[in-house]
């Protein structure tokens, strides 16, 4: 099985917040990352956040952390029709690899 | 940051030929990764391409189905040979500096069906 588990599909309403969640099973990661891809695109560096951090903040993205449980989530405030895409959640291993979980389907209805 | 561009873009192949895909970086990256995107599916790493030495794969692929090289700092190409159907997924190089503050960036991805 993977590593990095996210849920599949998130269906969310114009203006309303959004929340990814994803775990991790690597409690030596030192960075996780959060990348957007929209279709018939590659991936956009949206956000990461360093292990050693609880929460990061970035215009209308949130990332909170909890390394105990290793939860990373990520909010995306104020909900737009473009922020519709897929969303993943990755690890950076040791050796520099990441490794991705199997992506969200945000959809965002008016 | 660093922008990676990768050509071709997108191809359609017949099956038992081969397709090398190139990945430029605007910068020096220490480290140059590529990945397979198949379809409805997330990332899957095929190898770390290592500056003046071969490769290093992961597990599942094998260089002689998937040729690496990477020259210098700012290039990599990566060859699947042999193609069949199956290899129809989209293929992905990524660059990062390699240091504590590390980013990975992405080229767009190079699309391969193969028929």
Redesign the interface.
């Given at each position: 099985g993977e590593d990095v588990e996210q849920s599949l599909f998130l269906s969310v309403r114009e203006g309303d917040s959004s929340v990814i969640n994803c775990t991790y099973t690597d409690s030596s990661s030192t960075y996780l990352y959060w990348y957007k891809q929209e279709p018939g695109a590659g991936l956009q560096l949206l956000t990461y956040i360093f292990s050693n951090m609880d929460m990061k903040q970035d215009q209308r993205l949130t990332v909170l952390l909890n390394k105990k449980d290793k939860h990373l989530s990520l909010r995306i405030a104020d909900t737009q029709t473009g922020d519709s895409a897929i969303y993943f959640c990755a690890e950076r291993l040791n050796d520099y690899k990441l490794s991705f979980g199997a992506g969200t389907t945000v959809t965002v209805r008016a | 940051s660093a922008v990676i561009s990768q050509k071709p873009s997108r191809d359609i192949c017949q099956r038992g030929t081969s397709l090398t895909i190139q990945c430029q970086v605007d910068s020096q990256v220490t480290?140059m990764?590529w990945y397979r995107q198949q379809p409805g599916?997330?990332?899957?790493?095929i190898a770390?391409a290592n500056q003046g030495s071969e490769a290093t794969y992961e597990s599942g692929f094998v260089i002689d189905k998937f040729p690496i090289s990477r020259p210098n700092l700012t290039f990599s190409t990566l060859t699947v040979s042999n193609m069949s159907p199956e290899d129809s997924s989209i293929y992905?190089c990524?660059g990062?500096l390699?240091t504590?503050k590390?980013?990975?960036?992405?080229?767009?991805?190079t699309r391969l069906l193969v028929l």
């Open positions: - | 480290m990764f599916q997330s990332l899957t790493l770390t992905l990524s990062g390699g504590q590390e980013t990975q960036y992405f080229g767009p991805g």
